[in-house]
């Protein structure tokens, strides 16, 4: 009997040796598994929160100053990364306003908006209409804010309706729209 009860006690002890080597294999396994995966987690979660980025349909941008709009734009679709801060858009339309007044509309089949800069540049079938009636068709126009010059390239055609066509390389038109100048080789065609 004593025999009997030593190999028992001896099965116990085995069984309760092993249980405690499969438990603590476990409990080493997931703190490996937690230390080796937090770098992973880290990186994840910084890349997901540092490189944002949106597809949208029907996009409307405006900015304002001390509660006075300066222009607004609407864009078919846009893409947004905020790795550069960057807007890319398709086939826009929009405004330039002061005192709340429609100054330039302009419509691009392509533009990007720098959140950063506050920068939108048109590129790709460019018109720009001022309130006058004067028209401005190029390449590319870059507009950097209310007080900068607005500057348009490539094949830039300006009219004011009966009185001149100009046609020249480069235009750079003040941030108020009252005047422009003409660079690069240039043609005029006055109306009388």
Not at 10 to 36: E, P
Not at 86 to 95: A, M, R
Not at 131 to 136: A, F, S, V
Request: glycine residues 6%; proline residues 1%.
């Amino acid at each position: 009997m004593a025999l009997k009860n030593y190999i028992k006690d001896k099965k116990n002890i085995a069984y309760i040796l092993l249980f405690s080597v499969i438990i603590f294999a476990c409990f080493w396994a997931f703190i490996s598994a937690g230390l080796i995966t937090k770098s992973f987690k880290t990186k994840i979660v910084s890349q997901t929160y540092k490189n944002k980025e949106a597809n949208i349909e029907s996009l409307l941008v405006t900015e304002t100053k001390n509660g006075e709009k300066l222009w607004e734009l609407y864009a078919d679709s846009g893409m947004y990364t905020d790795e550069n801060g960057v807007v890319l858009l398709e086939y826009l339309i929009g405004n330039f306003y002061d005192k709340n007044q429609v100054t330039a509309s302009f419509k691009s089949d392509k533009g990007t908006y720098n959140s950063n800069k506050k920068q939108i540049i048109l590129y790709d079938n460019v018109v720009l209409v001022y309130k006058d009636g004067t028209n401005l068709s190029a390449e590319r126009i870059t507009y950097s804010g209310k007080n900068e010059d607005i500057i348009a390239e490539g094949n830039v055609r300006i009219e004011r309706p009966n009185e001149a066509v100009i046609w020249g390389t480069k235009a750079i038109l003040t941030g108020d729209y009252s005047d422009f100048h003409i660079e690069g080789r240039t043609k005029s065609q006055f109306y009388m």
